[in-house]
């Protein structure tokens, strides 16, 4: 049952992260996107790719499953977000997913934390 949420869970990120891939192709004039209602400058474009492969990255090592996926998650899960700022009439409904992986990384990081405080090296 766990593998099984974890795998769903981490195809709803990829699939998330290659929506990510609309603002990069009409940033960089890939593609003309009519359904992005809002200007995306080049370098808006190039921020949205590089969003892609961080979000597609945390949701493979998720699926796959990886114990560190988390490393790579909270940074896509921030970077993802802030993307979706920027567009927000556009891409807010990416808001709930990012929500929902974030509320996931919550006990790997807890559980990493206290390994960290666990092996430090008490001082006498």
């Known amino acids: ?7 769903s869970l981490g195809a ?3 699939l998330h992260g290659l929506l990510h891939l609309l603002g990069a192709a009409k940033g960089l004039g890939w593609a003309k996107v009519s359904q992005l ?5 080049a370098a808006m474009g190039a921020a949205w790719l590089v ?4 979000v597609v990255g945390a949701g493979v090592l998720l ?10 998650g909270g940074s ?3 970077v993802s977000q802030a993307l979706i700022s920027t567009s927000w009439s556009d891409a807010r409904a990416g808001t709930a ?3 929902a992986w974030t509320l996931s990384l919550r006990p790997p990081a807890v559980a990493a934390q206290m390994l960290l405080t666990c092996s ?5």
């Open 1 to 7: 049952m766990r593998a099984t949420m974890r795998g």
């Open 12 to 14: 709803v990120v990829v």
């Open 37 to 41: 209602s809002e200007p995306v400058s």
């Open 51 to 54: 969003g892609a492969l961080l």
């Open 63 to 72: 699926a796959v499953p990886s114990r560190w996926w988390w490393v790579l």
């Open 76 to 78: 896509a899960a921030v």
């Open 97 to 99: 997913i990012g929500v």
């Open 120 to 124: 430090s090296p008490r001082t006498p």
